[in-house]
């Protein structure tokens, strides 16, 4: 970091066609931050930040990207030639465009309405428009707040730790943290940690390649590479440091962003302080009559000051259980659950398909039900459900409480459900840490192993000691595969919808777990209900084979697309 900005996210240089294309749909081109302008259609914008998962080139150059790969495409006689567009031929449509006198009208519509129409309704406006923005060089740390509130009202896509490697130079340290006594040790860890990750990637997967992933078994090469790349990062993003920057594409209702925002700039995390500023100086480019009045929040960071100082004097100091590995680790425990759950739920089934009773009374009659009423009453309502469909609304009653002990590479993943609630204490190193899939019991992993143990005892030592002097720049220290506490609360509904989600083969092992441990609880609660969860229980995997397999088979088939309309 310089000051508290991380290094730019390096690209190409670009030729002035470029410089004009991007100036058009971006709003800066030499920024970590930036947004896309008014120009840049939605549906545009949802695949390039799908690509973050995908590419570690910045958005703006996998823009530009699509460019050169048409033209590829056309060459290959993938692509019909009556359809290339070249950056120059757009940047000659925008230099030559009368969008300017357009722009001037739409700019100046904007200020009177923004002076003269917000006294009607002025936040419930904020919920029409939409901010959008790339978040590069940001870290691990970073993105944990920028994701968490109210998850369910933004959408993110994250640099994937499956699909592409990370290097020394990707991992930065607090400038505070930096200047201090345990900078050159930070330092030093982190290299260690990102050189054992550098060395141990392509052992783990010659290990994996003759022991798991199989070629035999795949119809395709394509598959067959995916899925092991896949699963060798899948065990190696242990090793990484919450200190690495990533790529985050981030889209908001402009009132979650206006609030979202001032408590950025009001956290107690400097890079968080500085990231608030920079979105909002690129957001305001874009909508500035909503989000012009957008400040620190006085409430948010004072009250963030005075209940670390409030927890500290109440709460008693309890010794700290530190795992190494899972052995004897409960993953998902939960706290509470609706009394009368299942009751609960057939009356809300019930409740939409009736006339003139009331609540109560329904739910006076569900308590007389024999078990083979409440059986018809759960088969009825969900027995027809396709694959992709939701369970029905119903189903949205009654609440489930869990606690998650977590490593932090899964929380990093669980995050993104944007369903339910989640807080999360602070991150750290003191609970210990997990193993990578495989790597506890296998013989052939052993120094893989040691070497990794090492390490993580390295990192959980210097964080103690670096949380009681800057207690604020130590979550920069824990690695991935380090432990952590998170509250989720849901309700019946979004927890069929999370395990749905997380216990198929395709998950990574470490969250695939902690959902099937959930549905065990449900299931203990409301069997009739976790009748009707599909959730994948199978303790081993194939990794990713099958989706790899079924994305392959895709894009061969729309390769034969195009080479059909190409010829014709």
């Not at 990794?543 to 392959?552: I, K, L, M, P, S």
């Amino acid at each position: 970091m310089t000051g508290t900005l991380a290094p730019l996210v390096k690209h190409r240089t670009f030729s002035e066609p470029e410089k004009i294309v991007l100036d058009h749909f971006f709003t800066n081109t030499d920024k970590n931050i930036y947004c896309p302008t008014d120009k840049m259609p939605f549906p545009v914008w949802t695949f390039l930040v799908g690509q973050y998962s995908r590419t570690p080139v910045s958005m703006r150059e996998r823009f530009l990207n699509v460019f050169d790969e048409m033209k590829k495409k056309v060459e290959k006689g993938d692509w019909p030639k009556n359809e290339l567009v070249t950056v120059e031929q757009a940047a000659d449509v925008i230099a030559s465009s009368k969008d300017m006198q357009l722009d001037y009208f739409f700019k100046t519509a904007e200020q009177f309405l923004a002076k003269w129409g917000v006294k009607f309704g002025h936040n419930s406006l904020k919920d029409a428009d939409m901010l959008r923005v790339a978040i590069e060089g940001v870290t691990q740390t970073a993105t944990n707040f920028i994701e968490m509130p109210d998850p369910e009202l933004g959408a993110y896509q994250e640099k994937s730790t499956r699909y592409i490697p990370f290097s020394r130079d990707d991992v930065v340290i607090p400038p505070r943290l930096q200047a201090s006594r345990f900078g050159a040790r930070t330092k030093a860890l982190n290299d260690a940690r990102m050189v054992a990750y550098e060395r141990g990637t392509p052992f783990v997967r010659k290990w994996l390649e003759e022991n798991i992933v199989l070629a035999a078994n795949f119809k395709d090469k394509g598959a067959f590479t995916g899925t092991l790349t896949a699963k060798t990062f899948d065990m190696m993003r242990y090793f990484l440091p919450l200190g690495l920057t990533t790529s985050l594409g981030a889209t908001w209702p402009t009132r979650v962003a206006e609030t979202h925002l001032s408590q950025m700039m009001s956290h107690p995390t400097e890079e968080l302080q500085m990231l608030g500023k920079h979105i909002w100086e690129e957001g305001v480019k874009i909508t500035p009559g909503l989000l012009k009045h957008v400040k620190p929040n006085d409430y948010f960071g004072q009250t963030t000051a005075a209940m670390g100082g409030l927890t500290d004097r109440l709460l008693p100091a309890t010794p700290t259980v530190y795992h190494r590995g899972d052995s004897g680790l409960k993953h998902a425990t939960l706290l509470h659950a609706t009394p009368g759950l299942e009751d609960l739920l057939i009356t809300g089934m019930l409740y939409e398909f009736t006339k003139n009773q009331s609540f109560e009374a329904i739910s006076q009659a569900v308590k007389g039900f024999t078990d083979a009423q409440k059986d018809e009453v759960f088969r009825e309502y969900l027995s027809r459900r396709g694959d992709h469909d939701l369970m029905m609304r119903g189903t949205k009653l009654g609440q489930f409480l869990f606690e998650y002990c977590i490593d932090h590479g899964a929380a990093r993943d669980v995050k993104r459900q944007r369903v339910g609630t989640m807080l999360h204490q602070r991150i750290g190193a003191d609970e210990g840490y997990s193993y990578p899939e495989f790597l506890e019991h296998e013989t052939e992993l052993a120094p893989l192993k040691a070497e990794y143990e090492q390490l993580m005892e390295e990192t959980s030592r210097l964080y103690n000691e670096v949380y009681q002097e800057f207690p604020e720049d130590a979550c920069y220290i824990p690695s991935m595969g380090h432990l952590g506490r998170w509250l989720y609360e849901h309700h019946s509904r979004q927890g069929s919808y999370v395990v749905e989600l997380r216990t198929p083969d395709a998950g990574h092992f470490s969250y695939r777990r902690l959902f099937q441990e959930e549905f065990l609880e449900i299931e203990k609660v409301a069997p009739r209900f976790a009748k009707y969860i599909r959730a994948v229980m199978t303790k081993t995997s194939s990794g990713r084979q099958d989706a790899e397999e079924r994305a392959t088979a895709k894009e061969r088939r729309a390769l034969d697309e195009d080479r059909k309309r190409a010829a014709q």
